[in-house]
């Protein structure tokens, strides 16, 4: 069941406390609560629920607005609510209209608002938030690209910057090893085999014989080597699969026997299919002698996550969702996330056209590295204008003009800004380990980490022009007082 909310935002100046003051209109969260679109996106969030059924949701703004605390923050689910019942502030961002010293939601509530908000809704939310930023602080120079566009006629020229990358976020697992892997599936097996006989513990007279006690063994020989042989894992690595195949035929004995897989839960079964695929692979490899497989499970508590081949130093491959995004006027977007890896290439067009569509013209030039420089994406930019960033195709010139040279290393300079962005991102806010364990949270977790980048952004500029503003009029009244100082002692 949901309940929708009055139309009519809640002002600063109305926030009731228990005891007298106001809140503050220059705080921080005060000034992000003001450029986040709430009730624009108040009906589509509706949508997911009952009129009449269930018990009343919790509004909107409350449940992106927790998200948003939490990744500004830094926190956990639980500190965030403990955060938001000591600080009257929060409880203002997150749309409550009085002071209060009870928690408004219980700690597990973050999990179903990553649930319920979808990542395309936090971009949706995101793009309309960057078009009310860019509208309040360039104000004055729409209107004169409006007055130009006018003049010029009714398609205007390309404007503007286009940055476009691609980076991974890792997943919160642990590396994986072929071994490790294989000793997790083992261990599950045997739970699963303890399950089934205890279903028919009275017709059976001796449990099923799992040697899991030499198995371990077998394991922890070679884990805990420091340096083992590829002759010492392989034997390691048949070891467990004969271990896991015998479970397997133990499995079909316990069913024959009376036994029922129906009486798994639904947790249990998803693991259960997840230990036989992972079986499958690991099977295949040794046999067939490979070292990769499309589809890969590397994680069994999240199988959804799949080995990205990035080749950047230090961690050749990373462990998460590959995601490209697009960067123009210091503002970033999440424009593709997929658990594949990808060549971003392909996505150029697209996020030059969605750029057009934002707003409302083509880039002037379009800086990108080299995976993105290919034929067709070169042909498709020059039919529109676009300059792409690079060298031209083909042998490079012997005499190469210092205005070239400089041309190229600005562009790379420019380029350099979403590497920044990025770095800020696992640095400062959580891209660098996704805590999130579903597929859908993380993409939703992903996507409002760029949402709170963009606020932060907004929020350094916003302070940066105020103290721009103090110190140029702290010079003007110390320019006034040395006239009048000097006027006095010269009438003295």
């Known amino acids: 069941m949901y309940r929708k909310q009055g139309q009519n935002p809640i002002s600063p100046e109305n926030f009731e406390f228990p005891f007298s003051g106001k809140l503050s209109s220059d705080n921080r969260w005060v000034v992000l609560a003001s450029l986040i679109p709430w009730a624009e996106f108040e009906d589509e969030y509706s949508d997911e629920f009952s009129i009449k059924m269930g018990a009343p949701a919790k509004p909107f703004r409350m449940a992106l607005g927790a998200l948003i605390i939490k990744e500004k923050l830094g926190i956990s689910d639980r500190e965030t609510v403990e955060q938001i019942k000591e600080n009257p502030y929060l409880q203002y961002f997150i749309g409550m209209s009085s002071y209060s010293n009870e928690t408004?939601?219980?700690?597990s509530m973050l999990v179903h608002f990553r649930e319920r908000i979808s990542v395309e809704l936090v971009n949706q939310v995101n793009q309309q938030m960057v078009k009310k930023m860019l509208e309040a602080t360039s104000s004055q120079e729409s209107e004169k690209k409006t007055e130009l566009s006018k003049k010029e006629g009714s398609t205007p020229k390309n404007r503007g910057k286009l940055i476009l990358d691609a980076t991974c976020a890792p997943?919160?697992?642990?590396?994986?090893?072929?071994?490790?892997?294989?000793?997790?599936?083992r261990k599950y097996t045997e739970k699963i085999i303890d399950f089934l006989y205890k279903q028919i513990k009275s017709q059976l007279e001796k449990k099923p014989r799992t040697y899991r006690e030499v198995a371990r063994k077998d394991?922890?020989?070679?884990?805990?080597?420091?340096r083992v042989s590829q002759k010492e894992r392989s034997k390691a690595i048949k070891k467990q699969l004969q271990y896991i195949k015998r479970n397997f035929s133990h499995f079909e004995q316990l069913v024959l026997s009376g036994a029922?897989?129906?009486?798994?839960?639904?947790?249990?079964?998803?693991?259960?299919?997840?230990?036989?695929?992972?079986h499958r692979q690991q099977?295949?490899?040794?046999?067939?002698?490979k070292q990769s497989i499309d589809d890969r499970?590397?994680?069994?508590?999240?199988?959804?996550?799949?080995?990205?081949?990035?080749?950047?130093?230090?961690k050749a491959v990373e462990f998460g969702a590959k995601l490209s995004a697009s960067c123009f006027e210091g503002y970033i977007f999440l424009d593709h996330i997929s658990w594949d890896n990808f060549n971003e290439s392909g996505d150029l067009k697209s996020q030059v056209e969605a750029f057009k569509n934002f707003t409302g013209y083509y880039p002037e030039s379009v800086h990108v590295d080299k995976i993105y420089r290919t034929r067709d994406n070169r042909a498709w930019c020059k039919e529109r204008d676009i300059l792409m960033s690079g060298p031209l195709l083909g042998r490079p010139p012997k005499n190469i003009s210092k205005e070239k040279k400089k041309q190229?290393?600005?562009?790379?300079?420019?380029?350099?800004?979403?590497?920044?962005k990025f770095g800020q991102a696992k640095r400062r806010f959580s891209l660098n380990r996704v805590m999130a364990k579903l597929s859908h949270t993380s993409q939703t977790a992903i996507a409002i980490t760029f949402l709170v980048m963009n606020l932060s952004t907004h929020l350094s500029r916003f302070f940066c022009a105020f103290l721009c503003l103090f110190f140029k009029n702290r010079t003007f009244l110390q320019s006034q007082i040395t006239e009048n100082y000097t006027f006095a002692v010269s009438r003295q």
Do not use: C
């Not at 129906?262 to 997840?274: A, D, G, H, P, T």
């Open 104 to 107: 408004p939601f219980d700690g």
């Open 171 to 185: 997943g919160d697992i642990s590396y994986p090893t072929d071994l490790e892997l294989l000793n997790q599936v």
């Open 219 to 226: 394991y922890l020989q070679v884990a805990k080597k420091r």
């Open 260 to 278: 029922s897989l129906e009486n798994l839960s639904n947790r249990q079964y998803k693991m259960l299919l997840i230990v036989a695929e992972v």
């Open 283 to 289: 099977l295949w490899l040794y046999e067939n002698k």
């Open 297 to 314: 499970i590397v994680s069994l508590t999240q199988p959804h996550i799949r080995p990205i081949v990035r080749g950047k130093a230090g």
């Open 408 to 420: 190229a290393l600005e562009s790379e300079r420019i380029r350099n800004y979403i590497e920044g």
